[in-house]
């Protein structure tokens, strides 16, 4: 049914990627198409989507893929990841903003200042930490919030996608809508 809307309006899709998450129970869809040949503009497109939204119940956004995704960095107490990261993103691997490093101890903040990202330093509690993050990614606007410690995960409230970097490498813990399309679109190796 995407792809045929898509299809009627003269457009070309350059790639789709579903699945289900188990754990959610939701179905999870991302299209990426190329709308040069369409004959209708992204707003138009988008308020023409908003009845099969909503016979399906479907949480979703139509988003200009020009625009680069905004991203934070939560880091705890050890920076290597954050150091790959940042210097991976300055090599020109990551195709986003990084405006913001976050995180429960100070040490880090020479590293992020010098790559150009504003440092944030939240003290944090098991009972603070959710919504601390949550206002800060909130109030920088954030569209993909990444941990950069090795075996933490961000609350699921606040990871609006989330990733864990590993040793440099993305493995993606959720994809939950509406920025599923930064989560594909950032490595561009």
Request: net charge negative; aromatic share 8%.
């Amino acid at each position: 049914m995407i792809s045929d809307f898509i299809f009627r309006r003269d457009g070309n899709i350059l790639h789709a990627d579903e699945h289900r998450d188990e754990q959610t129970g939701l179905f999870l869809m991302r299209v990426e198409f190329d709308p040069a040949g369409m004959n209708v503009g992204l707003e138009e497109l988008s308020a023409e989507f908003v009845a099969i939204a909503e016979r399906y119940q479907m949480q979703w956004r139509l988003a200009s893929g020009e625009r680069r995704p905004r991203m934070a960095i939560l880091v705890s107490q050890y920076d290597h990841c954050l150091a790959d990261l940042l210097y991976r993103h300055q090599a020109g691997e990551f195709d986003c903003d990084i405006p913001l490093v976050i995180s429960n101890h100070p040490n880090s903040e020479t590293l992020a200042r010098f790559y150009g990202a504003e440092f944030v330093h939240i003290p944090l509690t098991s009972e603070t930490k959710q919504e601390a993050e949550r206002r800060q990614i909130e109030r920088e606007r954030v569209e993909l919030p990444v941990s950069a410690d090795r075996c933490r995960m961000l609350a699921a409230e606040v990871a609006d996608p989330a990733a864990t970097i590993q040793g440099g490498i993305a493995v993606q813990y959720f994809l939950p809508v509406p920025a599923a399309r930064h989560a594909d679109a950032l490595l561009r190796r």
